[in-house]
T-cell receptor, first 113, second 115 residues
C-alpha cells in the first residue's frame, strides 16, 4: 500500500528565507507525487506534480520539488518565503497512471515578518 | 471558468441526526470525488464517481454514509445517522478524467460539526 509521511506538522520561517517542507513516500513502484496547498477556508490547490518525467519539477508561485528515488523523498522548496505563502501544504502519492491520491497529514507553514 | 461549488459551507447537527451535502463539479468533468478531512489529518477519499458510476467506495462507511451522482453531474453525500467522529470537512473535487494528467480541482468544503 502506498503512504506518505510529512515530517513536521508546523514549519516557521522568516519572510525572505528558504522554505523546505519534507515528504517521504512508501511505494513498491515509483509513484506519481503531488504537492497541494490549502489556504484557510478554501479547498486544495495543486502546486506541482511529478509524473516520471524530469526529477526537478517546477510549480506555481516559485515552488519546486525534486524527486529523490534513493531517499524515497519529494521535498518542496521555495528560495524566498513571502507572507502570502502561509498556508497548509499536503504531499500526496498516487499509483502510476491514475490519480488516486493518498495524502499526508500536512505541514502548516508560518511566515513571520 | 466556475470552480467546484459546495453547499452548505457549515453545518452543525446533533449525533444520530442526518445530514446531506451537495456538490456541483466543474462543467464537463466526468470524475467526481468526495473526501473527508478530519482536523489535523490529510483528506481521505470516501468515494469516486466516473460519470454516474462508482469507481471506488472502499473507504466509505456504508452503514451510515451514502452518495449518489444522478445524471453524472451534481452529487450528494449523506450521513445517517451521524456520529461524533464524523465531525470533519467534507471536500468535493472533480477532474476531466481519472488519468494522472487530469488535475483534481477542489471545492471549498463543508465543515460538519456533530454535537
Amino acid at each position: 500500500a502506498q503512504s506518505v509521511t510529512q515530517l513536521g506538522s508546523h514549519v516557521s520561517v522568516s519572510e525572505g528565507a528558504l522554505v523546505l517542507l519534507r515528504c517521504n513516500y512508501s511505494s513498491s513502484v515509483p509513484p506519481y507525487l503531488f504537492w497541494y496547498v490549502q489556504y484557510p477556508n478554501q479547498g486544495l490547490q495543486l502546486l506541482l506534480k511529478y509524473t516520471s518525467a524530469a526529477t526537478l519539477v517546477k510549480g506555481i508561485n516559485d515552488f519546486e520539488a525534486e524527486f529523490k528515488k534513493s531517499e524515497t523523498s519529494f521535498p518542496l522548496t521555495k528560495p524566498s518565503a513571502h507572507m502570502s505563502d502561509a498556508a497548509e501544504y499536503f504531499c500526496a502519492v498516487s499509483p502510476p497512471g491514475f490519480q488516486k491520491l493518498v495524502f499526508g497529514t500536512g505541514t502548516r507553514l508560518l511566515v513571520s515578518p | 471558468e466556475a470552480g467546484v461549488a459546495q453547499s452548505p459551507r457549515y453545518k452543525i447537527i446533533e449525533k444520530r441526526q442526518s445530514v446531506a451535502f451537495w456538490c456541483n463539479p466543474i462543467s464537463g468533468h466526468a470524475t467526481l470525488y468526495w473526501y473527508q478531512q478530519i482536523l489535523g489529518q490529510g483528506p481521505k477519499l470516501l468515494i469516486q464517481f466516473q460519470n454516474n458510476g462508482v469507481v471506488d467506495d472502499s473507504q466509505l462507511p456504508k452503514d451510515r454514509f451514502s452518495a449518489e451522482r444522478l445524471k453524472g453531474v451534481d452529487s450528494t453525500l449523506k450521513i445517517q445517522p451521524a456520529k461524533l467522529e464524523d465531525s470533519a470537512v467534507y471536500l468535493c473535487a472533480s477532474s476531466e478524467g481519472q488519468q494522472y494528467y487530469n488535475e483534481q480541482f477542489f471545492g471549498p468544503g463543508t465543515r460538519l460539526t456533530v454535537l
